[in-house]
Antibody, heavy 120, light 107 residues
Framework: QLQLQESGPGLVKPSETLSLTCTVSGGSISNNNYYWGWIRQPPEKGLEWIGSIYYSRSTYYNPSLKSRVTISIDTSKNQFSLKLSSVTAADTAVYYC????????????WGQGTTVSVSS | DIQMTQSPSSLSASAGDRVTITCRASQSIRSYLNWYQQKPGKAPKLLIYAASTLQSGVPSRFSGSGSGTDFSLTISSLQPEDFATYYCQQSYSTPRTFGQGTKVDIK
């Protein structure tokens, strides 16, 4: 069965770049039926979609974060990645990776999430 | 951005109760509405997509309805494992947006 696993540093300093990777197992990230996305959840708050990527490297981002976000994909490693630059304490959150359909009918497979704190 | 507004923000209920959560979109999203359940410390789980289609493996006590701007999630008979926070999410346009969540706890 398909599984997603986030990895990356749990602590990032203010003004630096947050970098996370999502490894996909049990299926191919090159499946043309799906997009791969990042979602975050600040402590005790709701969910915020960050952006998504297709195996062809086509991306779409949340405009509120677009100037700081880059999502990339490595089909040879079955991984996709998130970079968020110039972080502040407001970027402290649990970061999830997830899959959704090319016809977007919801995010049906999620990683367990990884906590990233922004602090000096 | 399309704003998603859920009500209530929280509710207390007993096992066996029928529970309904509503979600309103700031503009029409046709039927591009999804519902998730999230338990503490866990990732969200997709319950319903396209407003009314039950995701595989989700119990039939969950149901969804609505189109356009007004939607609802109903749990016909609340079970102990259903105490959680529920989110709606629109997949009609970018950015994808979520409601603020409805926490269902034990009365």
């Amino acid at each position: 069965q398909l599984q997603l696993q986030e990895s990356g540093p749990g602590l990032v300093k203010p003004s630096e770049t947050l970098s996370l990777t999502c490894t996909v197992s049990g299926g191919s990230i090159s499946n043309n039926n799906y997009y791969w996305g990042w979602i975050r959840q600040p402590p005790e708050k709701g969910l915020e979609w960050i952006g998504s990527i297709y195996y062809s490297r086509s991306t779409y981002y949340n405009p509120s974060l677009k100037s700081r976000v880059t999502i990339s994909i490595d089909t040879s490693k079955n991984q996709f990645s998130l970079k968020l630059s110039s972080v502040t304490a407001a970027d402290t959150a649990v970061y999830y990776c997830a899959r959704h359909g090319y016809v977007d009918n919801g995010m049906d497979v999620w990683g367990q999430g990884t906590t990233v704190s922004v602090s000096s | 951005d399309i704003q998603m507004t859920q009500s209530p923000s929280s509710l207390s209920a007993s096992a066996g109760d029928r529970v309904t959560i509503t979600c309103r979109a700031s503009q029409s999203i046709r039927s591009y509405l999804n519902w998730y359940q999230q338990k503490p410390g866990k990732a969200p789980k997709l319950l319903i997509y396209a407003a009314s289609t039950l995701q595989s493996g989700v119990p039939s006590r969950f149901s969804g309805s609505g189109s356009g701007t007004d939607f609802s999630l109903t749990i016909s008979s609340l079970q102990p494992e259903d105490f959680a926070t529920y989110y709606c999410q629109q997949s009609y346009s970018t950015p994808r947006t979520f409601g603020q969540g409805t926490k269902v706890d034990i009365k």
